[in-house]
């Protein structure tokens, strides 16, 4: 990718980043995962498709009681509805670096939010090597506050399409109570804040989509998509032309 991507990042966030993908990291948990599930001609079977919705930001259950859990959804439950959760440890008082009172003023101390997001998620076993993090910036200041969380789910929760971003993206368009992060009212007028998403690494073509219709005014990501590809994550067709159609769209990468 063009290097001014990642220009404002920190070598060393940058490295980071790169670090919570390794193939180590990938590896183990391909095999906790995976491990005992059933399966398919189309892949791993783990439940049957869902006609609603509906997102949960927390839980109040121990993190014990997670492997619990994920199970029990993963092995069937209603065919009409599908629940999103973060994992209960993604809270401020069991991970200070989530700070929903804290002002950000740079892109390196965001990113940092996303590579913590995406390391605490491989260290409590709760979901792949990728997060992402919204921020509502004020127009007037420029100053950034953390608006929602998210991590990769896929495999806890049965569901392909819970990346990170996606994860992330619904929180907070929860939180609004609105489709959209665009930061306009309904007179389609601006609002005093506007949403960017800052990954751990570079979108999949699903995430990039996912952006794209999200709302969100700005992209930052953080390792690359060789680093993905490098421990088996297939990225699918993401090209330059993908960034230049967010780009046109009014999206800045």
């Known amino acids: ?45 783990l439940g049957s498709a869902a006609r609603a919705c509906v997102v949960v930001p927390e839980s109040d259950d121990d993190d014990d009681d997670d492997g619990a859990k994920e ?3 993963n092995g069937g439950g209603s065919d009409d509805s599908v629940t999103v959760t973060l994992p209960t440890w993604a809270n401020p008082t069991e991970s200070p670096f989530i700070d929903y009172e804290k002002t950000y003023a740079t892109d390196d101390e965001m990113m940092d ?25 004020d127009r007037k200041t420029g100053k950034a ?3 929602s969380v998210g991590v990769n789910r896929v495999v806890p929760l049965g569901n ?22 665009s930061g306009l009212d309904e007179r ?26 999200s ?4 992209m930052v990501t953080g390792a690359t ?23 046109e769209a009014g999206v800045e990468v």
């Open 1 to 45: 990718p063009p290097s001014d991507r990642s220009a404002a990042l920190a070598p060393a966030l940058v490295a980071s980043a790169a670090a919570a993908v390794g193939a180590a990291a990938g590896a183990a948990l391909t095999a906790r995962f995976y491990s005992g599930r059933r399966r398919s001609g189309s892949g791993w079977f």
């Open 71 to 73: 199970e029990k959804m």
């Open 113 to 137: 939010v996303a590579v913590s997001l995406s390391s605490a998620n491989v260290r409590h076993g709760t979901g792949g090597p990728f997060g992402a993090a919204v921020f509502a910036r």
């Open 145 to 147: 506050r953390l608006f």
């Open 160 to 181: 392909s399409c819970l990346h990170g971003e996606t994860v992330a993206i619904q929180m907070a368009q929860r939180k609004l109570g609105t489709y959209t992060l």
């Open 188 to 213: 389609g007028e601006e609002g005093e804040a506007r949403y960017e998403l800052f990954t751990s690494c570079e979108p999949c073509a699903m995430c990039l989509g996912a952006t794209l219709w």
């Open 215 to 218: 709302g969100v005014s700005r």
């Open 225 to 247: 998509k060789g680093d993905a590809i490098k421990i088996g994550f297939d990225e699918g067709p993401v090209f330059e032309a993908s960034y230049d159609h967010l780009r």
